[in-house]
């Protein structure tokens, strides 16, 4: 027991800081911090290399969690109001007698960041998340559309969505696939995107 004690005593006794030599100097880990702020979608195994760093990737990943950072996914999606749900109730009694939903082309499009493919960086944990373009990022955007029967239909492009673009989906991709498929006609279901809206592409689908 005396010996237990005497351990115990001469633990409490020991000063701060005179334990194990820490791996990364102050400098490396500022250096680490301002490099991910810069690019928040580098892995530790890219700060590894970047950095010339004398220790492992998981040490640099507790570095990062260490100095305020967490690696974690955009939520892009704003919480509805009042106002969108009752929208969205609105739009779901109009149709919910409808009965020829095996007749309804959906379809939506997506951007995808080749390097990031997760969606994820490492971002400051006591802020919100605010989306930062990285010049050496590249990005495909995918453009399909499903019905009850099967898929329909696939487009990818580099190019930012505009009306133009969206008719030229339409009219070269969308129209060949789903006349195929549907011969006695079909429904079109999109999105509220503005694009979706020009009058280009109101006037295309009303002819």
């Not at 106002?83 to 007698?97: G, Q």
């Not at 495909?140 to 499903?146: D, E, G, T, V």
Request: aromatic content about 12%; glycine content about 4%.
């Amino acid at each position: 027991m005396r010996t237990c004690y005497r351990l115990k005593k001469r633990r409490a006794q020991r000063k701060k800081g005179t334990g194990k030599r820490p791996i990364l100097s102050r400098g490396q880990k500022i250096a680490i911090r301002n490099t991910i702020r810069r690019n928040p979608f580098l892995t530790p195994e890219d700060l590894l290399c970047r950095l010339n760093l004398p220790c492992s990737k998981e040490t640099v990943r507790k570095v990062l969690i260490e100095i305020g950072f967490k690696y974690r996914k955009e939520s892009t999606q704003e919480p509805l109001d009042e106002e969108d749900r009752c929208s969205r109730l609105a739009f779901c009694i109009d149709w919910m007698n409808f009965t020829l939903w095996e007749y309804v082309i959906f379809s939506d499009e997506i951007g995808v960041w080749l390097n990031d493919q997760t969606g994820r960086g490492w971002f400051s944990s006591a802020s919100p998340f605010k989306p930062k373009e990285v010049i050496s990022r590249e990005k495909l955007n995918i453009w399909a559309s499903i019905s009850m029967l099967r898929k329909v239909t696939i487009h990818v492009y580099r190019e930012n969505l505009n009306q133009y673009v969206y008719h030229r989906i339409l009219s070269r991709y969308l129209l060949p696939a789903a006349s195929q498929l549907y011969l006695n006609g079909f429904f079109f279901q999109q999105d509220n995107l503005s694009v979706h809206k020009a009058r280009l592409i109101d006037d295309f689908l009303n002819s």
